[in-house]
Nanobody, 126 residues
Framework: QVQLVESGGGLVQAGGSLRLSCAAS????????MYWFRQAPGKEREFVAS????????YYADSVKGRFTISRDNAKITVYLQMNSLKPEDTAVYYC???????????????????WGQGTQVTVSS
C-alpha cells in the first residue's frame, strides 16, 4: 500500500516556476514508478511525466517537454516536479501517482495507475 500527498501548488505568473512535491508512505515506494498527471477544469485528466523506480528513465508529455523535470529522492521517499516557463494552459490540479510498472507512450494514457494522491492546484495567470 502506498499513500501519496502532494504539495507545492499555488498561484504564479506566466513565465514563472513552481516545484511540486509528492511525499509517499510505505516501504515499497522505492520499487514503484512514479507519475504526475493533471486535470484542468472541464477537461479529462492527462499525463504529464513519469520516472522509473530507480530514477534512471523519465518520460514527458510533449506539452511539457523541455519545461518540466521529474525527479525522485528515494531516501526521502519523495518525487518532485519542477515546472519552469509556466503558461496559463498549465493551470490544473496536479496529481501524483504510483504503479509497480513504468508506462510510456499511448499506454500511459490508457492504463489505470494503481495509487493516487489528492492533488494540488496550480494556477498560472497571464
Amino acid at each position: 500500500q502506498v499513500q501519496l500527498v502532494e504539495s507545492g501548488g499555488g498561484l504564479v505568473q506566466a513565465g514563472g516556476s513552481l516545484r511540486l512535491s509528492c511525499a509517499a508512505s510505505g516501504r515499497t515506494f522505492r520499487s514503484y514508478a512514479m507519475y504526475w498527471f493533471r486535470q484542468a477544469p472541464g477537461k479529462e485528466r492527462e499525463f504529464v511525466a513519469s520516472i522509473t523506480w530507480r530514477g534512471s528513465s523519465t518520460y514527458y508529455a510533449d506539452s511539457v517537454k523541455g519545461r518540466f523535470t521529474i525527479s525522485r529522492d528515494n531516501a526521502k521517499i519523495t518525487v518532485y516536479l519542477q515546472m519552469n516557463s509556466l503558461k496559463p494552459e498549465d493551470t490544473a490540479v496536479y496529481y501524483c501517482a504510483a504503479d509497480s510498472r513504468f508506462y510510456t507512450g499511448v499506454v500511459v494514457t490508457t492504463t489505470p495507475i494503481t495509487y493516487w494522491g489528492q492533488g494540488t492546484q496550480v494556477t498560472v495567470s497571464s
